[in-house]
């Protein structure tokens, strides 16, 4: 069955320090994939996205993701957090045909401590 | 910029009523989709749809239906709206199969 596991449900890191949120797919082929970000009471918006190429893909606000085949996993990283990076985090996969559908993680949510 | 415009942020119906949930998009999108979100449960697709007046059952399609009439407009109906239909709603929109999806801000139902 087609799935996106992310593990961990709430992480909190200090303003500065470095942060890597975990995803783990399982699906019949490499899928599209996908992290979304969630402020509070908005909708989601894409940050980073992996199709094919370079497995090191950047994104906007500084972020980055890693994919590695071997080990089915997508996962986000930052640097240096900004307390403005508190939110919610969403890894997705959609596959190639045309009539697919974005499978969601259950999602991270992510504190800044002062 | 692409803007997915949901009618309503919030919403309070009574159990029992026909509630209507509008999407619209302006970028010409094929695909549309309807999930809803629930603490700690991530977003369950409902429904989504890759043409006009194509659509195809999500993960949790019980109770809801959709109508695509116009490319641009993808609504979520809930025929006898029911208390555990409370919820956040999100509608997104997409071009192709790699360029990701846009959602709109939500709409925050709540049944009475």
């Known amino acids: 069955a087609q799935s996106v596991t992310q593990p961990d449900i709430h992480i909190t890191v200090s303003e500065g320090a470095s942060l890597e949120l975990r995803c783990n797919y399982s699906?019949?082929?490499?899928?599209?994939l996908f992290w979304y970000v969630q402020s509070p009471g908005q909708g989601l918006q894409l940050l980073l996205k992996?199709?094919?190429?370079?497995?090191l893909v950047q994104g906007i606000k500084g972020f980055e993701a890693e994919f590695k085949r071997s080990q089915s996993s997508f996962n986000l990283r930052k640097p240096s957090v900004h307390w403005s990076d508190a939110a919610e985090y969403f890894c997705?996969?959609?596959?190639?045909?045309?009539?697919?559908?974005?499978?969601f993680g259950s999602g991270t949510r992510l504190s800044i401590r002062p | 910029d692409v803007k997915v415009t949901q009618s309503s942020r919030y919403l309070v119906k009574r159990t029992g009523e026909k509630v209507f949930l509008e999407c619209v998009q302006d970028?010409?999108?094929?695909?549309m989709f309807w999930y809803r979100q629930d603490p700690g449960l991530g977003l369950r697709l409902i429904y989504f749809?890759?043409?006009?007046?194509?659509?195809e059952k999500g993960d949790i399609p019980e109770g809801y239906s959709v109508s695509r009439e116009k490319k641009e407009r993808f609504s979520l109906i809930l025929e006898s709206a029911s208390t555990n239909q409370t919820s956040m709603y999100l509608c997104?929109?997409?071009?192709?199969?790699?360029?990701?999806?846009?959602f709109g801000q939500g709409t925050r139902l709540t049944v009475v």
């Open positions: 997104a929109s997409s071009l192709q199969r790699d360029a990701g999806a846009f």
């Open positions: 699906y019949g082929a490499t899928p599209y």
């Open positions: 992996y199709f094919s190429g370079d497995t």
């Open positions: 997705a996969v959609e596959g190639y045909s045309s009539a697919s559908k974005i499978i």
């Open positions: 970028m010409d999108h094929e695909n």
């Open positions: 749809s890759y043409d006009v007046k194509m659509k």
